[in-house]
């Protein structure tokens, strides 16, 4: 993409790289990745694209820790998926930013960014997936904020779904929030 000028290829690609760097431990290499490519989101990236790089940018920016920053990345993200109208993408945004919110503290914000999140993700067979993940999420944030019986019941209808999903991870995240 980089060769032949197919800039907007170029952002998606590298923005889901940087995504796996980040999983992976290294999301100052997915920083590097990154860096280079927003003075051209800036100034040309519709958004779409500008949604996609600014919400990899923040999960980045929250991953080595400049929360702050990343916070206020997701909130261009999300402005710019609001303007596309892709409510599934709004919906993964606002549940990101909630980690963020809910790693510096800041629960309730959390709580209501987990709970819109939610609303806004798709139900259908496509979206399943998001859709259980999301609700493990907001099932963590009832928990925080003392919402006890709520969480328990989300996450006792959750296990079934966590379980087939296969990804061993996921069901230790839900029995780590039922604890």
Not at 115 to 132: F, K, P
Not at 140 to 158: F, H, K, N, V
Request: hydrophobic share 40%.
């Amino acid at each position: 993409a980089r060769k032949i000028g197919a800039n907007e290829e170029l952002v998606r690609n590298a923005s889901n790289v940087a995504a796996n760097l980040s999983k992976l431990g290294r999301p100052e290499e997915a920083y590097s990745l990154l860096l280079p490519l927003r003075d051209w989101v800036d100034r040309h990236a519709d958004d779409d694209v500008r949604s996609v790089w600014y919400g990899h940018w923040a999960g980045t920016l929250g991953h080595i820790g400049r929360l702050r920053e990343a916070v206020a990345s997701f909130d261009v993200s999300i402005a710019c998926a609001e303007r596309t109208g892709r409510r599934d993408t709004v919906g993964m945004a606002v549940l990101n930013l909630g980690v963020v919110l809910r790693t510096m503290g800041c629960l309730q914000r959390a709580f209501e960014c987990s709970r819109r999140g939610v609303e806004l993700t798709s139900g259908d067979t496509v979206a399943t997936t998001h859709l259980t993940l999301a609700l493990l999420m907001h099932a963590r944030d009832q928990a925080e904020t003392g919402r006890y019986a709520d969480a328990l019941q989300t996450l006792d209808e959750l296990m079934p779904q966590l379980e087939a999903m296969g990804t061993v991870f996921w069901v230790r995240a839900a029995q780590t929030t039922q604890a």
